[in-house]
């Protein structure tokens, strides 16, 4: 009955390998589940999101396209590679716009990534707001965005800067109605749209 069992368990999830994922499993696995990141070589599957979710990565993507400059692009949800061991995807990323090279592609690699963004949902909790802001800042990421969802149902965005010798985020400012920052460029964005969306 075990190996039964066993069998069919394998026939419908992937067994990881004895030292974990790599990124390139990751991008080569068949059918594994959509935004599905790796993280300390470990498949993470995420579940289904929130409306909150889905706006808010909507209002900003849309904030950050009206002024993003030429040099950079906005993508949502693409994988970022950390490292061999690290590939995930955050919300909204800005990225160099020669990375942008294929609209076939499926990642970007660290170095090619400005800001990351993550809007924080109930099963990733723990991750949005300690494990991966952690990671990308020890990838070097410059700009680090984490976004809640207030007690109003309207986005809160804290906003952090890599400090480039320890390699740790430090916070730039909490923005509630309208998020308005210099870097990594001139944004302007109305919290408050996210009602028309």
Known sequence: MGALMSAEISQH?????REGYTVDDLLTLPDLPPH???IDGSLVFVSPQRD????????????LRSTV??????R?????????RNGPEP???????????????????????????????PDSEARDTDTKPHKYAGAGIPYFWRVEMAGDEQPVVHVFELDKESRVYVPGGTFRDR???SVPFGIDID???????
Do not use: C
């Not at 909150?52 to 904030?63: E, K, M, R, T």
């Not at 400059?69 to 906005?74: A, F, I, N, S, Y």
């Not at 949800?77 to 061999?84: I, R, W």
């Not at 919290?191 to 969306?197: C, S, V, W």
């Open 179 to 181: 998020l308005k920052v």
């Open 13 to 17: 999830w992937p067994v990881p390998p």
């Open 52 to 63: 909150f979710h889905s706006i808010a990565i909507d209002l900003l993507v849309n904030g």
């Open 36 to 38: 599905t990141e790796l």
């Open 69 to 74: 400059p030429p040099e950079l692009k906005v």
């Open 76 to 84: 949502r949800e693409m994988t970022v590679v950390l490292d061999k």
């Open 191 to 197: 919290l408050a749209e996210i009602d028309k969306l």
């Open 91 to 121: 919300d909204v990323s800005v990225v160099r716009a020669a990375a942008a090279r294929s609209r076939e592609q499926t990642y970007f690699q660290v170095r090619d990534v400005l800001l990351a963004v993550e809007v924080v949902s």
